[in-house]
């Protein structure tokens, strides 16, 4: 098998994604799924609550580029809470706000403000994957069943994972719709202006979690023992620590390296880290940051700058040090220009990668989304650690919380 030869989800071939651009926005990789005790195709959709999934939509689309594409709510039938699905290139994100007071998001919202609930997994075969993660001790929260509509049926169950945040599995080779039973075709009235870009990211690269101290290992067992993903890196130590805080990093993926799951843990400092801000404010482990992955870095952030995306900063000294000239060598587009919007840049032995990282997206100084170019690297930019985090740090002391 090539890369050539990997199969495609049908998100992947509506957003007209061939295998080779999946490789070279997320280093997708060949893998035998036949030999896998739990086939993990992708991820399905990132599902938020809100606050406000309304207008948070609205804020996707106008600002993002995304596009609407389904809802459900009272007028389908769905009485308690709104749903709202948008999609980027192979991103599918999923809004949900409650309607009701009663409904459980309103609690869920009350106690960890806008977030992540679910990592939804595709998988090849739901009952499968029930049975492996049962037999090695994984809490399963649906059991496997069908949801039909005219447009097909889709195979659904749900395990958990760290915190609240659940991955529900969906095997949706037999339906046609537009997302899943149960939700109608939507569109947004809203107008982009002349020559606004759209479709800004491409591909989900990987989401983080943040665990409490002393839990990192554990969870890094749970995706091993339960799906079957191998661990793909790990950062410990001084690689990611500042004069005053620090944290543990390992990373699991799936066998093709579509999933890759960062799995963050506080560690001793000074000071309060970033892990221990995010737990305090979220109120329990959770999905910190999502990286979403850009073919043009430049002009994506161009764009989200236009529309009032914060990024955080970086110092000129960064550029300036001869140290990280030699170290990254030659890359598509000059120095200067990286400097100009904050783009950090990292080099491995594979090649290299772009990336830069908003501020907090709402209120509490949660979830965060990072945007990233790879040019071969299947890194996650373990040579802008520091700068990064002394650059959260900055933000945290603004805000009183280091």
């Excluded at 093709?256 to 400092?269: D, M, S, T």
């Excluded at 992955?293 to 300036?320: C, K, M, N």
């Amino acid at each position: 098998m090539t890369i050539a030869d990997i199969r495609l989800t049908p998100r992947e071939r509506a957003a007209h994604l061939r295998a080779n651009d999946l490789h070279r926005l997320v280093g997708l990789v060949e893998h035998d799924d036949a030999a896998d005790p739990f086939p993990v195709v992708g991820i399905d959709a990132v599902v938020f609550v809100c606050g406000n999934a309304t207008q948070s939509a609205h804020y996707f689309v106008s600002t993002w580029g995304m596009t609407l594409v389904a809802y459900a709510g009272p007028e389908t039938g769905q009485r308690d809470h709104k749903s709202f699905v948008l999609e980027s290139g192979s991103v599918r994100f999923v809004l949900e706000g409650a309607v009701s007071p009663d409904s459980p998001l309103a609690d869920r919202h009350r106690r960890n403000g806008d977030g992540v609930v679910d990592l939804a997994l595709e998988v090849l075969d739901v009952d499968r994957c029930i049975e492996r993660a049962r037999s090695q001790g994984a809490t399963v929260l649906e059991e496997p069943h069908d949801v039909t509509d005219d447009f097909g049926t889709v195979r659904r169950a749900a395990i958990a994972t760290y915190g609240s945040t659940r991955h529900t599995l969906v095997d949706r080779s037999r339906y046609g719709g537009v997302y899943l039973p149960g939700f109608a075709p939507h569109s947004s009235g809203f107008v982009r202006r002349p020559g606004a870009p759209e479709r800004l990211v491409q591909a989900l690269d990987h989401a983080v979690g943040n665990v409490e101290m002393g839990r990192m290992d554990h969870w890094v067992r749970f995706y091993n023992r339960v799906m079957g993903f191998t661990n793909m890196a790990e950062f410990v130590g001084d690689d990611i620590a500042t004069e005053y805080s620090a944290l543990m990093s390992k990373v699991v993926a799936n066998g093709n390296h579509r999933v890759k799951f960062p799995l963050n843990e506080p560690a001793p400092g000074k000071k309060k880290s970033q892990i221990d801000e995010y737990l305090d404010f979220y109120g329990e482990p959770g999905c910190q940051h999502l990286a979403l992955a850009t073919s043009d870095i430049l002009r994506t952030v161009d764009a989200l700058r236009a529309e009032g995306v914060e990024f955080l900063d970086t110092p000129d000294a960064y550029y300036d040090d001869p140290e990280l000239r030699a170290r990254i060598g030659r890359v598509r587009v000059p120095v200067a220009e990286l400097k100009r919007r904050g783009v950090l840049v990292d080099r491995d032995e594979d090649g290299y990668l772009l990336q830069i990282f908003t501020k907090p997206l709402g209120d509490r100084p949660t979830v965060f989304f990072e945007l990233i170019e790879r040019h071969g690297s299947l890194g996650f930019g373990k040579g802008n650690f520091r700068a990064l985090f002394e650059s959260i740090e900055r933000e945290q002391a603004a805000r009183g919380n280091l």
